[in-house]
């Protein structure tokens, strides 16, 4: 049952590859390669292949008749080229980029949301100077030793059962456990996946997925069950552990954040994560440049689409108060939850 689970975790995945590997192998551009066709060709990708219009509220005809007229045949690369990724930031979607020998367009989600950490801060009253560096975790006991502190900065940095192992002995006699993810902007979703394992005692159904289906906006395939099995050789850390978010918490952070609503001993705290629950799939422009957009949906169990961001249970934002006073204003909401009598 377990490798059954794996295997519905990974065939979307792989889906996912085949389909960008092909449109990369197998596209041979049949239009010229001129501003006009290269402007219409992404434009119509877009509109048959994005999965959010209706989540970001935007009207991909309008953005047409606004963009349009700004093309012509004696545009320069490099405005075509600002013209089309301005187009494509219309979307508000941080995995939506055009890229191009001299320059790659993209939209900073963190811009929508006050940067909720001070890392200085952590280290200098949180960490201290002994805190310990295991794998790509840097954690320490907090609030007199009932608590723990682990931060993980990027899910594009590996982990091993080792590592996992010696943080959850060191802290087997807490209360509980801080996993900040704040400024988190994603990485590897296998390691969501696996770092998920780690938390739960029987095999979890954490959130569906859905892939586009047809030039609709609203074509979708039928939702596939997301389900991870729990790690098998170490046992599940069942003690309650607050997740810190906030907007910099992107794509696959802001999946593990999603999934997190479906394990009774987490919790979010902090600002709403930035989203990016979407997969991304890419193609070829005529002109030769490449782009990539979100082509599937990531739904919670209940059915809600959080891809603007996952709303946090306690929401806490760093107070410059607090900071004067050398207090990480989210850490302590946490704790405050956390260490409730």
């Known amino acids: 049952m377990k ?8 065939f979307l995945l ?10 990369y192998l197998f596209f041979k551009p049949l239009l010229p390669s001129t501003a006009q066709s290269t402007f219409d060709y992404l434009w119509n990708r877009v509109n048959e292949q994005y999965a959010f219009f209706d989540v970001k509220n935007v009207d991909w005809d309008e953005v047409y008749t606004r963009y349009a007229p700004g093309i012509h045949e004696d545009l320069p690369d490099d ?10 930031n219309e979307l508000r979607d941080g995995h ?6 001299f320059n790659i367009s993209r939209f900073d989600i963190t ?27 840097q954690h320490n006991f907090i609030a007199g030793g009932r608590a723990a502190y682990v931060r993980y900065a990027s899910f594009s ?21 801080l996993l900040d993810l704040r400024q988190n902007g994603g990485g590897i979703i296998n390691n969501v996946y696996q770092l998920l394992s780690y938390f739960i005692a029987d095999e979890t159904h954490i959130y569906n997925s859905c892939i586009k289906s047809g030039p609709g906006h609203d074509a979708f395939g039928d939702p596939e069950a997301v389900i991870i099995p729990p790690h098998d050789t170490l046992p599940a850390y069942t003690a309650p552990v607050a997740v810190l978010i906030d907007r910099g918490s992107y794509s696959a952070t802001s999946l593990f ?17 930035g989203g990016g629950l979407g997969m991304p799939n890419g193609g070829q422009l005529p002109n030769g440049w490449t782009y990539r957009f979100s082509i599937t949906r990531t739904l919670s169990l209940d059915g809600l689409n959080f891809e603007n961001g996952v709303v946090p249970d306690i929401h806490a934002v760093l107070d410059p108060a607090d900071q004067l006073l050398g207090l990480d204003s989210v850490i302590e909401a946490a704790l405050d939850s956390l260490l409730r009598p």
């Open 3 to 10: 490798n059954k689970s794996f295997i519905r975790v990974s």
């Open 14 to 23: 792989l889906a996912l590859a085949f389909l960008n590997s092909c449109e």
């Open 79 to 88: 405005s075509l080229f600002f013209h089309l990724g301005s187009m494509l």
């Open 96 to 101: 939506v980029n055009l890229f191009s020998e």
């Open 111 to 137: 811009l929508l949301g006050p940067q909720n950490l001070d890392y200085r801060l952590v280290k200098e009253h949180y960490l201290g100077n002994d805190f310990y560096i295991t794998g790509p975790f």
């Open 157 to 177: 940095s590996n982990f091993s059962n080792e590592n996992l192992r010696f943080i959850f002995e060191r802290y087997k006699d807490c209360e509980g456990l």
């Open 257 to 273: 954040s999603l999934a997190t609503l479906a394990l009774d001993n987490m919790f979010l705290v902090g600002d709403t994560s």
